[in-house]
């Protein structure tokens, strides 16, 4: 069978295409940017750029699909998001029906009987949009995910990590069905195979009612803590986003959505999936299992800053999503130009701005038995994967774009820093500096968020002097005052 998968780079995505490649299928994996696709290593898949609010692109996908699943949804967008996404699947029902795509798959959510989150209104509302064209819908609904990756789980693993004492909104009391991904990734697969499962709408839900509370215990009893929750009345859900926000690696906007869909209890009638799809359908506590075993395989579809066990310094309780941090400045100068200093970064060079503050740190690593002053480099210019470069590791080289670093100071938690050159004309490079903090703990984060307030003089810095080298080893001269 012919397959094309649109949202592929997403979460639900990156686990399914290694699912349908082992049933034989036909893979194509779609996503806004093919350079995301590459980097996952789908060598037997067929890699496409295309996104939903370009129908040619869409039409160009579609051509020659017999199943395509639709799994794009902006979780994470602001704005006028509900608009984009109806447009968007007006968008992919049409070229779907003009190129003879024979079925659509489309995953939506669980919905409470009494909701007003515009997020989950607008995944009801792209399924009734897809169902408007002419190519049978298969809608699959599931709640909150058992898996590495999943928001829902990870602020799950987040709260028990990092709060040994949790003041808590009333909706932890809320209750729901949460699924395992490998369950909700079978159910995905097979209804992509199967006739009767055309045009019919399937609650997918795991085999336990549970409230939020009940699952932050589980999880707590499975990695050897017993977190103390007191729920309050008076957090909204504003504020209770925001308040998960600052314990969590999770963005405000996700959750956010998160909050609105867990107001409510959450019914499922899964009765129907489970007769045309049996399976072993595993409980909370088995999935949170499956979730330790996935990690110590290192069998993470994740992106390379997320979920990784390699940027977690194979600690599974460090927290899955990042914390960031970023700088940017745009040079006048090639983007070789811009590369050439990136790359020379450290040793004798140092770090090009804010020197004594490295210099106070590296200080203070070395008095707890670090190596942070540990200074050096293999070679003054070139660098490859491997490298140590002072106290920092070289994780990955991708000349003349990008250098990733992993942070070797002792630090409560694991920390990357990225550099990423992308030219924007002629001698005109934007140079842009990210720290990806993985925090372990509550001590994680207070550390991230002791050394916030730096982080924005000294990233920004950094990308200044960096564009000012670049400038004056190009041009012979200092003249770069543009960010």
Same mark, same amino acid.
């Given at each position: 069978?012919?397959?094309?998968?649109?949202?592929?780079?997403?979460?639900?995505?990156?686990?399914?295409?290694?699912?349908?490649?082992?049933?034989?299928?036909?893979?194509?994996?779609?996503?806004?940017?093919?350079?995301?696709?590459?980097?996952?290593?789908?060598?037997?898949?067929?890699?496409?750029?295309?996104?939903?609010?370009?129908?040619?692109?869409?039409?160009?996908?579609?051509?020659?699909?017999?199943?395509?699943?639709?799994?794009?949804?902006?979780?994470?967008?602001?704005?006028?998001?509900?608009?984009?996404?109806?447009?968007?699947?007006?968008?992919?029902?049409?070229?779907?029906?003009?190129?003879?795509?024979?079925?659509?798959?489309?995953?939506?959510?669980?919905?409470?009987?009494?909701?007003?989150?515009?997020?989950?209104?607008?995944?009801?509302?792209?399924?009734?949009?897809?169902?408007? %064209?002419?190519?049978?819908?298969?809608?699959?609904?599931?709640?909150?995910?058992?898996?590495?990756?999943?928001?829902?789980?990870?602020?799950?693993?987040?709260?028990?990590?990092?709060?040994?004492?949790?003041?808590?909104?009333?909706?932890?009391?809320?209750?729901?069905?949460?699924?395992?991904?490998?369950?909700?990734?079978?159910?995905?697969?097979?209804? %992509?195979?199967?006739?009767?499962?055309?045009? &019919?709408?399937?609650?997918?839900?795991?085999?336990?009612?549970?409230?939020?509370?009940?699952?932050?215990?589980?999880?707590?009893?499975?990695? &050897?803590?017993?977190?103390?929750?007191?729920?309050?009345?008076?957090?909204?859900?504003?504020?209770?986003?925001?308040?998960?926000?600052?314990?969590?690696?999770?963005?405000?906007?996700?959750?956010?959505?998160?909050?609105?869909?867990?107001?409510?209890?959450?019914?499922?009638?899964?009765?129907?999936?489970?007769?045309?799809?049996?399976?072993?359908?595993?409980?909370?506590?088995?999935?949170?299992?499956?979730?330790?075993?996935?990690?110590?395989?290192?069998?993470?579809?994740?992106?390379?800053?997320?979920?990784?066990?390699?940027?977690?310094?194979?600690?599974?309780?460090?927290?899955?999503?990042?914390?960031?941090?970023?700088?940017?400045?745009?040079?006048?100068?090639?983007?070789?130009?811009?590369?050439?200093?990136?790359?020379?970064?450290? &040793?004798?060079?140092?770090?090009?701005?804010?020197?004594?503050?490295?210099?106070?740190?590296?200080?203070?690593?070395?008095?707890?038995?670090?190596? &942070?002053?540990?200074?050096?480099?293999?070679?003054?210019?070139?660098?490859?994967?491997?490298?140590?470069?002072?106290?920092?590791?070289?994780?990955?080289?991708?000349?003349?774009?990008?250098?990733?670093?992993?942070?070797?100071?002792?630090?409560?938690?694991?920390?990357?820093?990225?550099?990423?050159?992308?030219?924007?004309?002629?001698?005109?490079?934007?140079?842009?500096?990210?720290?990806?903090?993985?925090?372990?703990?509550?001590?994680?984060?207070?550390?991230?968020?002791?050394?916030?307030?730096?982080?924005?003089?000294?990233?920004?810095?950094?990308?200044?002097?960096?564009?000012?080298?670049?400038?004056?080893?190009?041009?012979?001269?200092?003249?770069?005052?543009?960010?």
């Amino acid at each position: 069978m012919r397959v094309t998968v649109v949202g592929a780079s997403g979460y639900i995505g990156s686990n399914l295409i290694p699912k349908l490649l082992a049933r034989g299928h036909r893979v194509r994996a779609t996503a806004r940017s093919r350079v995301v696709l590459e980097a996952r290593g789908w060598t037997e898949a067929d890699l496409i750029e295309a996104d939903v609010l370009k129908p040619d692109s869409l039409r160009h996908a579609l051509h020659g699909t017999d199943v395509a699943y639709y799994l794009v949804h902006s979780l994470d967008a602001a704005g006028d998001f509900r608009s984009l996404e109806e447009q968007g699947a007006a968008n992919f029902a049409a070229a779907a029906e003009q190129t003879g795509v024979k079925r659509i798959v489309y995953l939506g959510g669980l919905i409470p009987e009494d909701v007003h989150s515009p997020h989950l209104i607008s995944r009801q509302a792209t399924g009734a949009r897809l169902r408007q %064209g002419r190519v049978p819908v298969t809608e699959i609904r599931a709640g909150i995910i058992v898996g590495p990756g999943s928001y829902a789980f990870e602020v799950i693993r987040d709260l028990v990590n990092n709060l040994p004492v949790m003041v808590t909104p009333r909706w932890v009391q809320s209750k729901s069905p949460p699924i395992a991904l490998d369950n909700l990734l079978n159910y995905l697969v097979r209804v %992509g195979e199967l006739e009767e499962a055309a045009g &019919g709408i399937f609650d997918a839900a795991g085999p336990e009612m549970l409230s939020y509370a009940e699952l932050l215990l589980q999880y707590g009893e499975r990695v &050897g803590k017993r977190p103390k929750i007191i729920p309050v009345p008076v957090l909204t859900p504003q504020l209770s986003s925001y308040w998960l926000r600052f314990v969590t690696s999770v963005p405000t906007s996700i959750a956010k959505a998160l909050v609105e869909g867990l107001k409510h209890d959450i019914k499922a009638d899964s009765s129907e999936l489970r007769r045309l799809v049996p399976q072993n359908l595993l409980t909370y506590r088995e999935a949170v299992d499956a979730v330790f075993d996935i990690e110590r395989r290192n069998a993470v579809a994740s992106r390379w800053t997320e979920g990784s066990l390699l940027f977690r310094n194979y600690n599974p309780n460090y927290a899955y999503y990042a914390k960031r941090a970023q700088g940017s400045a745009l040079a006048h100068a090639s983007a070789l130009a811009v590369w050439q200093q990136v790359a020379a970064i450290g &040793g004798d060079n140092r770090y090009y701005y804010a020197n004594l503050l490295w210099s106070i740190r590296e200080f203070f690593d070395w008095a707890l038995g670090g190596p &942070g002053r540990n200074h050096g480099r293999r070679d003054p210019i070139a660098v490859r994967a491997g490298d140590t470069i002072d106290s920092w590791r070289v994780i990955d080289v991708d000349p003349p774009r990008r250098l990733t670093l992993g942070f070797g100071m002792k630090a409560p938690g694991a920390g990357v820093l990225e550099f990423e050159v992308k030219p924007e004309g002629a001698q005109r490079t934007r140079i842009t500096l990210t720290a990806h903090w993985h925090p372990a703990g509550v001590w994680g984060l207070a550390y991230w968020y002791a050394f916030a307030p730096s982080h924005y003089f000294v990233f920004n810095g950094m990308a200044r002097a960096i564009a000012e080298r670049a400038y004056a080893a190009e041009h012979g001269g200092k003249a770069n005052d543009e960010t």
